[in-house]
């Protein structure tokens, strides 16, 4: 009997066995976990740098602006918030849920002195990004050279 795979077996393996696994030790566990994720929410961030700024993009798709919480402490950006289930009152006749909700803190120590008053931040089509000015001593300056 000729078997064929659409992916690779291997991936199919490391991704089934363990709800196989959790389902063989406790059926009711298995049962959850296809429900309701039991991971815990941390937004994909990108961080970059260019000459006048630290740049944090952070990818927080179906979020309410109010929902998200930007706090400067000296060094230390904490971006917070809750991303919230928004068909509460139908969860049960979902079969599967896989997108992650419940609230959620990041931390950046910035590393460098900045200039903490003129941070700002956007939020556009689920994705925040936060602008942290340097300070004037951290920028690069060009220095001309003279002839002699």
């Known amino acids: 009997m000729n078997q064929r795979f659409d992916r690779d077996p ?10 196989d696994f959790l389902r063989a030790l406790n059926p009711r566990a298995a049962q959850a976990r296809e429900h309701v994720s039991s991971r815990v929410w941390s937004p ?21 602006q ?6 400067m402490n000296g060094d230390v950006l904490t971006i917070k918030g809750e991303r919230l289930f928004e068909d509460e009152a139908r969860r049960d006749n979902y079969i599967r849920i896989e997108r992650q909700y419940g609230a959620f803190q990041r931390s950046f120590t910035i590393g460098i002195p ?15 990004e936060v602008t ?12 001309q050279v003279s002839a002699e």
Do not use: H
């Open 132 to 143: 942290i000015p340097k300070a004037e001593v951290v920028k690069p300056k060009k220095v």
């Open 10 to 19: 291997f991936d199919t393996f490391m991704v089934r066995m363990p709800d």
């Open 66 to 71: 109010q929902n998200i919480d930007i706090e």
């Open 114 to 128: 900045i200039e903490a008053e003129k941070v700002r931040a956007a939020y556009r089509n689920g994705i925040l």
């Open 44 to 64: 994909a961030v990108d961080v970059f740098e260019d000459g006048d700024a630290i740049v944090i993009k952070a990818d927080l798709p179906g979020m309410d």
